[in-house]
């Protein structure tokens, strides 16, 4: 007996804490995020101070915080933010409103309910870039399924959604239809840890099907749209493969955002300093607006 509570207690000693355990478990994610995260990050501040020229051979000159200041005063800058804005202003509404209708829907039992889950999914499985594709084929005037139907009922001057007023709404929509599948079975799942005797004292207290919705349903869902929403929202910032099919920041520069931008000011124009510079402003954009979301809607629902 004397010999068996020191091995008990060497044992215990060889155990892992939980903070050990973790880190053992996110050391490699952690090596992982260095790699691919912090040392591009790192190059491109180092790129944002220097001039980058090719021609003649490869030399860079320290130029301080010039390709900033640039940035600031270049007035496409500027309109690309407007655009990125607008875009995603736009882009993140019609996302929340379709999953949460997508949710709404596949929640109601009906016939066949595994095959329509299985439909609705599709458009996130969709890449980016058949995505573009495809919705630059339903919004061009020529070959568009708008125009062709509108043409078949007899009218002349058929509409074209590829204009500079309608380019932003044509690319929210385009967004909108890949994301929103993945909202609405989270929201989905989520409607589904809702216990149904809630349901059935609405019922008792004869609430309108509107004051269910708001008082029932709607509560246990606020977290999770909390969550997409931000994740709509940097991921229609940063979003470029969809922009570059579907209208290559056209017509002109009408859908220009700041992601398109920046590949025009760094790999067609080659001007990589002043690139990384502007992306950094995009950085602080991003991670403004999700603050800003947490510290408005985030926090509040976390309190509750």
């Known amino acids: ?58 030399r860079t000159k320290f130029v301080g915080f010039k390709n900033f200041a640039t940035v600031l005063n270049d007035p496409e800058f500027w309109w690309c933010t407007w655009v990125t804005i607008r875009f995603t202003v736009e882009s993140v ?97 989520n409607l589904k840890t809702i216990p149904k005797r809630l349901y059935d004292l609405a019922a008792i207290d004869q609430l309108t099907p509107l004051e269910t919705f708001w008082n029932v349903t709607l509560p246990p869902l606020r977290f999770t749209l909390f969550v997409f929403t931000s994740i709509a929202t940097v991921l229609s910032m940063k979003l470029f493969d969809l922009i570059f099919v579907l209208s290559a920041g056209g017509p002109g520069d009408a859908s220009s955002t700041l992601t398109y931008q920046l590949y025009k000011v760094s790999f067609i124009n080659l001007n990589l300093g002043y690139g990384a510079a502007m992306s950094f402003f995009l950085l602080l954009f991003i991670i403004g607006l999700t603050m800003s979301l947490y510290l408005i809607w985030g926090r509040r629902e976390k309190q509750i």
Not at 110 to 139: D, E, H, I, K
């Open 93 to 189: 509404i019609l996302t929340m409103l379709l999953g949460l209708a997508i949710g709404l829907l596949l929640n109601r039992p009906t016939r066949f309910g595994g095959v329509w889950r299985t439909l609705v999914f599709l458009p996130w499985c969709v890449s980016l870039y058949g995505a573009g594709l495809m919705f630059a084929y339903l919004a061009r005037g020529q070959t568009g399924l708008p125009t062709a139907i509108l043409a078949h009922l007899g009218m002349q001057n058929v509409p074209d959604f590829m204009t500079t007023r309608t380019i932003v709404e044509v690319l929210a929509i385009g967004s909108s239809w890949t994301m929103a599948p993945l909202v609405g079975f989270f929201v989905l799942a």
């Open 1 to 58: 007996m004397a010999t068996i509570a020191p091995q008990k207690a060497k044992a215990r000693r060889r155990e892992l804490t939980d903070g050990q355990f973790a880190l053992m478990i996110g050391l490699p994610v952690i090596l992982l995020l260095i790699v691919i995260v912090a040392y591009p990050l790192a190059y491109s501040a180092w790129m944002a101070f220097h001039r980058i020229l090719f021609f003649g051979g490869y």
